[in-house]
């Protein structure tokens, strides 16, 4: 039954006024009558024609699928499969109409190499002139007109979303450009940048940039160092196209879209130009009134306006499609950056955007129950020892309880407690970078972050904890309290002695020593070192001057002592008596 009306060739699917979609896969007879709605005899009776007998509840082949509905007058859809190949996402997009697309191009490069400064030259020059003044609307993605073709440039922070991808294997750029400074030459942030088009497997095209600052000796230099890192040149004989241009004055610019056009024809890209839209998510924000809104890169298929959706863990349907002209737009075709809005809940950038059946997001949403909604900002945390918190709850209830329970903890500690942001959702790439500069802890309650923002966490050195019981969260808020409360304990090494004598009185074994520096004290520790080699360590049981039992022996006096299961003594071995003090932390 599950498959009953998942296949509901609905308008809602991205259809539109043509042929209605069917997206294939194998099903029974009767789920097929029940899509194609006509009845399951007349199917049976059109199977029965072809020389297939079968009953209602037959599971009928892809094939066999396939002929019903092209007989019904479908138009038939493979369903986007989305398989892992060595870490590495590949979405497959068989079926339907195939047109030729733009390519999507990345800058990528060293910080200060220029690639905004390159970007915005491009738009500025480039982005034909809509009504009144070209492009309104940050979308994360732009489209730009040259003389041979269009290309689709992925704005900022179009390097940190590649970044992200290569970390998810996602691969949304077809070439990139890697800027290099001229004055610079290669910095750590190209190499990465380098690295990571490799792992995507994402051509490179080299901007070298601030051309106008440098001479000819100069950009030879840079042009060496990139064969250095195996960019071959390709008037060297290698593969790699390297324009010298200026992204300030605007110099080579022209050559460099030329050569990207170049290398796309190479590519060959295509993209399915009927059926559902695919396409992956390119940055999302919280709009005041809309709710979460998304910006799209769509590679394949078709995306209107009342269609349903998943990305990542959102579902929704579109209410919204706004171009980069900030005009409305009832449907979009691949290639064409937009901003959607119509989700019940965040996805991430980098995730798959995918148009679904109103049966699948029926489905989605009834296995799910949580919706969560907006982050709210709560002041900022003034006193610098207190402990700086960020929640991200998995819905909203959790998220009220625990900032409620949290805002008592902190009354109780005299407020060394400080929320700076209570939200509903997956721990982000962004939640990190606020909370590293906010030098905040981040509380995951039932929300666990992705790998790539672990990894963020890391770099950044933002601690991100991750709960599933209140109670486990707020005990583990104040154990970290008392611990940045409560001084630090540390082994200082209190004095020094040597042994003189080895005694063994039945069977304890005594080292009698001489102290020569410092103390000896009741309660310290000692370490045996012979020759300069640590022997063993142990907690003094007692400690003695002349017989009588002392709680500290000075430095110029004898002792002897029994260190708890400690008995390997030689004499003129140096012991260190160690004692455990209390430093107040800062
Ligand atoms: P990004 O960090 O890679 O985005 O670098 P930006 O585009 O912000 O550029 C960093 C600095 O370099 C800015 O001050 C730019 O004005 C400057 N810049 C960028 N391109 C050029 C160029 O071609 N020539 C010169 N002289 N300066 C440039």
Redesign the pocket.
Same mark, same amino acid.
């Given at each position: 039954m599950a498959m009953k009306n998942s296949n509901e060739p609905s308008s809602a699917a991205g259809m539109g006024q043509d042929k209605a979609i069917f997206i294939l896969k194998p099903m029974t007879v009767g789920a097929f009558a029940d899509v194609a709605k006509v009845s399951a005899g007349e199917v049976i009776l059109f199977l029965l024609r072809k020389g297939i007998s079968c009953s209602r509840n037959q599971l009928l082949q892809e094939g066999v699928v396939a002929d019903l509905a092209r007989h019904y007058g479908f138009e038939v859809v493979k369903s986007p499969k989305i398989s892992r190949d060595q870490d590495e996402l590949v979405i497959e997009h068989e079926g339907g109409a195939q047109e030729s697309r733009s390519p999507i191009v990345v800058?990528v490069?060293?910080?200060?190499?220029?690639?905004?400064?390159?970007?915005?030259y491009i738009r500025k020059t480039r982005v034909a002139q809509k009504e009144k003044g070209g492009i309104t609307q940050h979308l994360g993605a732009y489209r730009v007109t040259t003389g041979r073709g269009d290309i689709v440039f992925l704005d900022?922070p179009g390097?940190e979303a590649f970044m992200r991808m290569r970390e998810r294997g996602l691969k949304v750029a077809d070439l990139a450009i890697l800027?290099v400074?001229a =004055?610079d030459g290669i910095m750590p942030q190209t190499l990465e940048a380098l690295n990571a088009a490799k792992a995507a497997n994402v051509p490179i095209i080299v901007a070298l940039?601030?051309? =106008?600052?440098v001479d000819q000796k100069r950009i030879d230099m840079v042009k060496q160092q990139l064969a250095k890192y195996g960019l071959s040149l390709d008037e060297w004989g290698g593969d790699v196209i390297c324009v010298p241009?200026?992204?300030?004055?605007g110099?080579g610019v022209d050559k460099l879209l030329e050569m990207v056009h170049l290398q796309a024809e190479m590519l060959e890209l295509k993209a399915r130009v009927t059926g559902p839209g695919i396409g992956y998510v390119l940055e999302t924000k919280l709009e005041k009134g809309r709710g979460t809104v998304a910006t799209l890169i769509l590679q394949h298929g078709i995306v209107r306006v009342g269609d349903f959706f998943v990305a990542g863990v959102a579902t929704g349907k579109i209410n919204v499609i706004m171009d980069s002209f900030g005009v409305l737009i009832k449907e979009v075709m691949p290639g064409n950056p937009v901003q959607i809005a119509g989700f019940d809940e965040m996805p991430q950038a980098g995730d798959i955007f995918r148009v679904i059946t109103a049966a699948e997001y029926k489905e989605r949403k009834s296995n799910r129950g949580k919706f969560p909604e907006l982050t709210s900002f709560l002041p900022q945390a003034e006193d610098k020892n207190a402990l700086v918190i960020m929640l991200k709850a998995d819905t909203d209830s959790s998220k009220d309880a625990l900032t409620k329970a949290i805002e008592k903890l902190a009354g109780q500690e005299k407020e060394t407690i400080n929320i700076i942001q209570a939200g509903v959702g997956a721990i982000t790439e962004s939640d990190v970078a606020f909370a590293a500069t906010a030098h905040a802890t981040i509380y995951g309650f039932g929300v666990k972050p992705e790998a790539y923002v672990q990894l963020e966490a890391k770099r950044l050195n933002v601690p991100v904890f991750s709960f599933y019981v209140i109670y486990h969260l707020l005990d583990d808020i104040k154990e970290r309290i008392e611990k940045a409360r409560k001084p630090e304990v540390v082994s200082k090494k209190v004095g020094e002695a040597v042994v003189r004598k080895v005694f063994d009185i039945k069977g304890e074994i005594i080292a009698g020593c001489y102290v020569k520096t410092g103390k000896f004290v009741r309660d310290g520790k000692v370490v045996v070192l012979r020759d300069g080699r640590k022997i063993g360590e142990a907690k003094i049981k007692t400690l003695q001057r002349e017989r009588r039992s002392m709680k500290e022996v000075a430095a110029g006096y004898e002792c002897a002592f029994i260190a708890e299961g400690l008995s390997d003594f030689q004499i003129e071995d140096t012991i260190e008596c160690y004692q455990e003090v209390e430093v107040p932390k800062e």
């Open positions: 800058v490069g060293h910080v200060d190499h220029g690639k905004t400064t390159l970007l915005d900022t390097h800027m400074a =004055d940039n601030k051309v =106008d600052k241009i200026s992204a300030k004055e110099t």
